[in-house]
């Protein structure tokens, strides 16, 4: 069956809301996404039925929970073509495990003064700040890939960059701001030479299309719940089992241990060693029939009209006169994230002025204030989109641009 | 809506703003960013307030709240800076309850509509939050020093 952006609409209750008496122009998904009923009603359905705690209970209740929270799991371990099951870590975001990484891995590594840790200019504060963290407590140093004029991963320097002292890289699948999608395949070979890990941000490529975690040939990889129709609070960590069986536990607590006495703990295998503390039972099993949802649509098919949609706001937002567009120019290698300025006016006022006419948009540094940076602005304005979005809704945005330079004229 | 928030006062302060530029002699000097959008002041003053000078980055309201207190401070004693300072911060967090006093805050009574947008509280505050530790650097205690709630 053909893609049916109308149809795909309906299963969004918010669509039938008004923002300032204007219909809802939803265009910040890279940010949240909105939920489907049928993530809604799953959720429900569980904490109305089904709700006990997991793993630990021998009731039917938590019987029940264990099933759907694993379950969950090897749903979302397909998805992303893990080896098994145990692969799958829930976290509370993508922040948390990329903290894990920074944490377990980087004890694992034994990371020591003269270590190198590799990321890039174009990374989210939340693959930056950890790892800044990580060489700060070991005395690692801490490398970065810059970014072309093209707003495209600069791999000129990879050779030097990535060397025999680099431990990790790890970089983001697709930027946050500047729509980017950076093929990690040069970067897995180099790394390979030279024994370091690899670990990808997936935040923004997981929700958009076909992610397999063995094609990519990584060893981690990040990304987060509520960005792909699920809910806040769950997140996962996927690692090679390998590496995750000798890595050190990150937080410590009930169902993360073997055997513990007073004096000495033995750990849990993964993922349980990595799930201390009862986990987000409800938001793990509202991730999972989110993957339901997408996969029932297909990662291909929702990719090729992010890629109409983007590529049609690309067209649209070039035609408005003093719109700067950051990133790629045309939608190849390019996912449905479109950061923008309106030349003498300030993000934060395009933002509130389409606001004000049922435009949701982003304003602000993305919590990536180094690309801005490397753009010589404090903010950009960012227009992102997803399975949901319609050409209207573009127009919507021209013409909510159109205002703004007639407020700030 | 936007009426209320983008006032031909505030346009006009944004598009020509009063006093901008740092000057190089001053006795304290403050730098404030609001880390959610990125936007960012310099003020800079004298010990006795008869030079207040910034220079900045960012949206319509935070810069035309700057310019708005160039105006209202430069030059005025302690007590007055102290009572403006008061009343400004005291009509942001009204979110729109409080009728300001034009005697007293002069244009800075145009960003009454503000209020009302809790997200935009913090950009018309930041020159204001910027000037308390310019002056405390100085020596000089403006007072208010509030809770900002967004």
């Known amino acids: ?409 | 809506m936007l009426d209320g928030l983008y006032q031909e006062i505030i346009l006009d302060h944004y598009k020509h703003p009063h006093g901008r530029g740092l000057r190089e002699q001053f006795d304290g000097e403050a730098h404030h960013v609001n880390p959610t959008c990125g936007d960012e002041i310099t003020v800079r003053v004298n010990a006795d307030m008869s030079d207040i000078s910034y220079d900045g980055l960012g949206c319509s309201i935070s810069q035309a709240s700057a310019s708005v207190l160039h105006e209202l401070l430069e030059g005025k004693d302690s007590a007055t800076i102290a009572e403006v300072h008061r009343a400004f911060v005291e009509l942001m967090q009204s979110r729109g309850a409080v009728e300001p006093d034009e005697d007293v805050l002069g244009d800075g009574i145009a960003f009454a509509g503000v209020a009302k947008f809790p997200a935009r509280v913090k950009c018309a505050l930041l020159p204001w939050m910027a000037f308390k530790d310019a002056a405390a650097r100085a020596g000089v205690e403006v007072g208010a020093s509030p809770e900002v709630k967004a």
């Not at chain 1, 669509?15 to 996404?33: C, K």
């Not at chain 1, 090897?74 to 992303?80: E, T």
């Not at chain 1, 949901?388 to 205002?403: H, K, M, S, V």
Request: glycine share 10%.
């Open chain 1, 1 to 409: 069956m053909s893609f049916d952006v109308a149809r795909v609409r309906k299963d969004f209750p918010i669509f039938e809301r008004e923002v300032n008496g204007h219909p809802l122009v939803y265009l910040d998904s890279a940010n949240t996404s909105q939920k489907p009923v049928q993530v809604l009603d799953v959720m429900r359905a569980h904490q109305e039925r089904h709700n006990g705690n997991v793993s630990r209970s021998v009731h039917t209740l938590g019987t029940e929970s264990t099933e759907m929270y694993e379950g969950a799991r090897a749903r979302i371990a397909s998805f992303i073509g893990a080896g098994s099951p145990d692969e799958v870590i829930f976290t509370k975001n993508s922040t948390e495990a990329i903290n894990l990484v920074a944490h377990s891995a980087g004890q694992f590594l034994a990371l020591k003064e003269g270590d190198e840790i590799v990321i890039s200019e174009m990374e989210h504060h939340s693959n930056l700040v950890p790892w800044q963290l990580l060489c700060e407590r070991t005395g690692a140093t801490l490398r970065w890939f810059g970014i072309t004029d093209e707003g495209r991963l600069d791999e000129s320097q990879l050779d030097e960059l990535v060397n025999e002292r680099t431990k990790l890289v790890s970089v983001a699948h697709m930027s946050n701001v500047l729509g980017t999608i950076n093929d990690p395949a040069r970067l897995v070979e180099r790394a390979r030479q030279v024994g370091a890990l690899v670990m990808l941000d997936a935040s923004q490529s997981v929700p958009h299309f076909a992610v397999d975690v063995r094609a990519l040939g990584v060893d981690f990889i990040a990304f987060t719940g509520h960005k792909m129709l699920g809910p806040t609070g769950i997140g996962v960590l996927w690692g090679r089992f390998g590496l995750l069986s000798e890595m050190p536990p990150f937080l410590a607590g009930g169902s993360m241990i073997e055997t513990v006495t007073m004096g000495k703990t033995t750990y849990a295998p993964p993922p349980a060693r990595f799930e201390a503390g009862t986990p987000p039972i409800t938001e793990a099993i509202g991730l999972g029939a989110a993957v339901d949802y997408l996969t029932g649509i297909g990662m291909d098919e929702i990719h090729r009209h992010e890629q109409e949609i983007t590529a049609y706001a690309l067209e649209q937002l070039a035609a408005v006169p003093g719109v700067r567009i950051y990133g790629p120019a045309s939608p190849v290698s390019r996912g449905g994230t479109v950061s923008f300025g309106v030349d003498g006016v300030h993000p934060h006022d395009v933002g509130q002025v389409l606001d004000a006419l049922g435009v949701e948009v982003r304003v602000g540094h993305h919590c990536a204030r180094p690309v801005c940076q490397r753009f010589s602005v404090p903010a950009m304005t960012r227009a992102s989109f997803y399975l949901y979005t319609t050409t209207e809704e573009i127009d919507a945005l021209a013409r909510g641009l159109d205002q703004v330079r007639k407020v700030f004229g």
